[in-house]
């Protein structure tokens, strides 16, 4: 008896193990096609990746996976693995991959360019010019005074996480302070996303979003908005783009690159979609301070799957001391103090007594002067040709960066913004002047 079942055991294993080989043979027979589209892609200068194909791929084969009974999510997750293999592959075949053009591509050009004795205004990076409050300064002075050079609690020392928790009318369990709001982004995504799983973004956006998601094996869809909507999010766009395994949505208002607030409603509306479908919200709100219309952070949506995060990199001008923070649910905050555990044991205690001493500080001097700066540009700007027609926007990036102005180009914030650039207000108005007047004349060519 026990040997007739142990006999159809071994039988099933062997058709097990046959059938787990047929699946990566067909799987390498995959991945060579993905290859051949590569090098097509290449040469007809493609962007690799194309949403309506995958839907279209995507369609097809959930279809087909809920006729013989498949798990919708599970042939989703199957799904983004390989999609994302796809895009590694062609991604591997890419010839221009070496001219990736980001803000930190003219930035370091910038810099070999200042090296040999060149001056560049920099325009493309978003770290303000100014100093953090003084009495930051006084309080890292007490450092070595007070013996604060020791490890902290993961999750931050408790005055701090006290004093945010007051100030955002949440519970103190609550909240965690980070290394800078990146690493709040990160251990948040790694806490709540897995590979195989989507998360939705909002572009032209912040591309670490996209970085963070991809280390994770989780797969980016974008809803694309557009100036001329005035970067208004398309709700029905964003609906089309959540399957069963979407995730995480993530919002960044104001947001990098385009200072977009998006209206109470829609957000609203972005949040109920999001609990219909119980999808997580991910709110970086490291700019909240340089709204200049009324501005609602997520936490007062009461959504129970929401995390804010922000930081006091732009907000105290302190990007150089790394001090964010989440605030999200205890279950959330706690996984996020693992990670955070296991990869740091805690952010560094100056630093943290030095972000208590910002949160006492005004800082309304700083906010005031980056509006006069956003209203010079502006005003400024309204006197170019700013809708250029028919100019190469790389070319021109590099003849701005010849003429010594360094601007952010659009592409890095998302592949369909090539013809944008970004500039950064935080220079003061004499150079910024001086950087517009470059681009005035080089545009006008
Ligand atoms: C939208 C956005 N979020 C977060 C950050 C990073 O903040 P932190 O310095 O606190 O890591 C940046 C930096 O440019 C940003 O633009």
């Not at 180009?409 to 090539?418: H, L, T, V």
Request: charged share 25%.
């Amino acid at each position: 008896m026990n040997s007739d079942k142990e006999l159809k055991l071994e039988k099933l294993r062997d058709e097990m193990r046959l059938i787990t080989g047929e699946i990566i043979k067909l799987v390498q027979k995959r991945m060579l096609i993905a290859s051949q589209i590569g090098n097509i892609k290449n040469n007809l200068m493609m962007h690799i990746e194309d949403i309506s194909v995958e839907q279209e791929i995507g369609k097809y084969v959930y279809d087909l996976g809920v006729q013989i009974g498949l798990n919708r999510q599970f042939v989703g997750r199957l799904l983004n693995l390989l999609f994302l293999e796809s895009i590694k592959i062609q991604s591997s075949k890419n010839s221009r991959k070496d001219e990736k053009l980001d803000h930190m591509t003219i930035f370091l050009k910038a810099k070999q360019l200042e090296s040999k004795g060149r001056k560049i205004i920099h325009l493309e990076v978003g770290e303000p010019d100014y100093m953090p409050p003084p009495n930051v300064k006084n309080e890292l002075n007490k450092t070595f005074e007070k013996k604060r050079i020791h490890y902290t609690e993961t999750k931050g020392i408790p005055l701090l996480r006290k004093s945010i928790a007051e100030k955002k009318s949440v519970k103190e369990d609550r909240v965690i302070i980070t290394p800078g709001a990146r690493f709040a982004i990160f251990s948040a995504m790694a806490s709540i996303l897995s590979m195989g799983d989507e998360l939705i973004i909002f572009e032209p956006a912040w591309p670490a979003y996209r970085d963070c998601a991809n280390f994770i094996g989780t797969k980016v869809k974008a809803v694309k908005t557009k100036v001329e909507q005035k970067w208004d999010p398309d709700i029905s766009q964003l609906e089309e783009l959540t399957t069963a395994n979407t995730k995480m949505i993530v919002l960044n208002y104001p947001n990098n690159p385009t200072g977009k607030i998006v209206h109470d409603k829609k957000i609203e509306d972005i949040i109920n979609l999001a609990r219909k479908k119980n999808i997580f919200v991910l709110s970086d709100e490291v700019y909240s301070l340089y709204s200049y219309i009324p501005y609602k952070s997520i936490l007062n949506f009461e959504y129970d799957k929401s995390v804010m995060i922000s930081s006091f990199s732009k907000s105290h001008a302190m990007t150089g001391f790394r001090v964010g923070y989440a605030i999200s649910s205890k279950n959330i905050i706690d996984k996020i103090s693992k990670i955070q555990s296991i990869a740091i044991t805690s952010v560094a205690e100056p630093m943290q007594f030095a972000a208590l001493s910002a949160l006492r500080s005004n800082v309304s001097k700083n906010v005031t002067l980056m509006k006069r700066r956003l209203d010079f540009i502006n005003k400024k700007l309204k006197n170019l040709p700013c809708q250029f027609n028919n100019i190469d926007v790389t070319k021109t990036i590099y003849n701005l960066l010849n003429e010594g102005v360094a601007v952010a180009p659009g592409i890095g914030f998302g592949n369909e913004y090539f013809n944008y650039i970004r500039i950064s207000a935080c220079q003061p108005i004499k150079l910024l002047n001086d950087g517009l007047e470059i681009l005035k004349k080089v545009t006008k060519r």
